[in-house]
């Protein structure tokens, strides 16, 4: 299986210090050490984005800078970048940001090797967070999706997920002779690069949750089987001995190993991998096709789609087999289960007279659909479980007469903020990194 050049790694690739910065004595809180966060819940913002002014930092590349905070905050649907107000200076005119409507301001100079930002509340005059970074230069697009985070964080009270990267299958070609290569790329869509050539086709790519590495299915050799990958170095290697398939791979949320599903007869087993040689478990064996494995977040349980019951639907079972429970129970075909990290939603494709996205209580209560068309498939969650990605297929063919257009899609998990998540070709199969810092 040929691969293109290999990756920077996603730990230490910032390869700097982070300082924080003591607000000015006229801009301190009552406790400088507990600086305040703005009081407002991610429902509020939902419905009444948070306005925030990010005039353009100084420095040579501060305006590149400023620009990707901008866009990060004002697609996670929660933010309203405003304009107006006066130049940001030391000391900021709070009354001419109030006059704007913003709550919140971000100042901040970037220069080659160094960064440094500063989030205030407007309506009390006081600063939030201060923090500089100091970094190579090359690195100014990540530290652009750190400030995103930081800021993200302090005014919503949960983690962001801006710096971070999908890895997804780009398709072309025409539908009968159609490449498939792997690809990675950050969230908002820049620094877009393959993988593999294209020489075989590839699947359902899955990231590790701390280690620079990724598995996926590929027909290498016209073979079908599970690979892992190593983004830094290029290394690869075959998981797992099996004389039937090896397909829909995720890792375990310790990272320890691979799950996996195996052909057997007509139907499929879930199996696991160790990493380190642990060897293999089968933890199905119902005779029926049990795929598309998944760990809760703690580790203690995996849900899966069987057809076990004589229609393909979801259940749940511990993490060491046996005692599988169904939990879907609408009308239609359920697949492609996926836990949300924190742990209180799984998202689906649901397969019906149209496809859906939808979530659901691990327990099967309180189903939703999120979005549904001619074809939807394949969710992953962003890090923080707020947003789900998936790919859409379109029912027109394009104008070279070739296949189906497929392409990504973001959309927060209430079902509101839909957006087109933009790549050079089709694209599908979807899967969302951790945080890289």
């Known amino acids: 299986m040929s691969l293109i050049t290999p990756i920077i790694g996603r730990r230490g690739a910032l390869a700097g210090t982070a300082t924080l910065l003591t607000a000015p004595a006229w801009a301190q809180a009552p406790n400088p050490g507990s600086a305040p966060t703005a009081a407002i819940t991610v429902d509020r913002a939902r419905t009444d984005p948070i306005p925030i002014a990010i005039p353009t930092m100084g420095g040579d590349l501060g305006a590149q800078?400023?620009?990707?905070?901008?866009?990060?905050?004002?697609?996670?649907?929660?933010?309203?970048?405003?304009?107006?107000?006066a130049a940001a200076g030391d000391a900021p005119n709070f009354n001419a940001w109030k006059a704007t409507g913003a709550q919140a301001l971000v100042t901040g100079t970037a220069t080659s090797g160094r960064v440094e930002f500063r989030l205030w509340d407007v309506p009390v005059g006081q600063q939030i967070q201060g923090t500089a970074y100091t970094?190579?230069?090359?690195?100014?697009?990540?530290?652009a999706h750190i400030i995103a985070d930081v800021i993200y964080e302090?005014?919503?009270?949960?983690?962001?997920?801006?710096?971070?990267?999908?890895?997804?299958?780009?398709?072309?070609?025409?539908?009968?002779?159609?490449?498939?290569?792997?690809?990675?790329?950050?969230?908002?869509?820049?620094?877009?690069?393959?993988?593999?050539?294209?020489?075989?086709?590839?699947?359902?790519p899955r990231f590790h949750p701390t280690r620079d590495e990724i598995v996926f299915m590929s027909y290498a050799n016209n073979r079908p089987r599970v690979y892992s990958f190593n983004l830094g170095?290029?290394?690869?290697?075959?998981?797992?001995?099996?004389?039937?398939?090896?397909?829909?791979?995720?890792?375990?949320?310790?990272?320890?190993?691979?799950?996996?599903?195996v052909t057997r007869g007509a139907g499929s087993d879930i199996v696991t991998v160790g990493l380190g040689g642990g060897?293999?478990?089968?933890?199905?064996?119902?005779?029926?096709?049990d795929t598309s494995p998944c760990y809760s977040p703690d580790g203690s349980q995996i849900v899966f789609n069987s057809d076990r019951?004589?229609?393909?639907?979801?259940?749940?079972?511990?993490?060491?087999?046996?005692?599988?429970?169904?939990?879907?129970?609408?009308?239609?075909r359920y697949a492609t289960p996926v836990w949300s990290p924190r742990g209180d939603l799984i998202a689906f494709t649901r397969l019906g007279s149209s496809f859906a996205i939808g979530v659901m209580h691990p327990d099967g209560s309180g189903e939703r659909i999120l979005s549904e068309s001619f074809d939807v498939e394949g969710p992953t969650f962003c890090p923080n479980g707020r947003v789900l990605m998936?790919?859409?297929?379109?029912?027109?063919?394009?104008?070279?007469?070739?296949?189906?257009?497929s392409k990504l899609v973001s959309i927060d998990i209430t079902g509101f903020n839909e957006r087109a998540v933009p790549t050079a070709g089709d694209a599908s199969d979807p899967a969302w990194s951790p945080l890289l810092a």
Do not use: C
Not at 67 to 81: E, N
Not at 390 to 405: H, P, Q
């Open 65 to 85: 800078i400023t620009g990707v905070i901008s866009a990060d905050l004002q697609r996670s649907g929660l933010f309203k970048p405003v304009s107006g107000g």
């Open 135 to 143: 970094t190579a230069a090359g690195n100014w697009r990540r530290v």
């Open 154 to 204: 302090r005014l919503l009270g949960e983690k962001g997920y801006f710096d971070t990267r999908i890895v997804y299958v780009a398709g072309s070609g025409p539908r009968d002779r159609r490449v498939k290569r792997l690809a990675i790329m950050d969230q908002d869509s820049e620094n877009n690069r393959y993988l593999t050539d294209g020489s075989w086709l590839v699947l359902t």
């Open 233 to 261: 170095s290029g290394a690869q290697r075959v998981l797992g001995e099996f004389d039937g398939i090896t397909f829909a791979p995720r890792f375990a949320p310790d990272g320890s190993h691979v799950i996996m599903s």
């Open 279 to 289: 060897g293999s478990q089968r933890l199905t064996n119902s005779g029926a096709i």
């Open 309 to 332: 019951g004589g229609d393909q639907q979801l259940y749940v079972m511990s993490s060491g087999g046996g005692g599988a429970k169904r939990i879907s129970f609408g009308s239609g």
């Open 390 to 405: 998936f790919f859409r297929e379109s029912a027109a063919r394009d104008n070279r007469g070739g296949g189906y257009g």
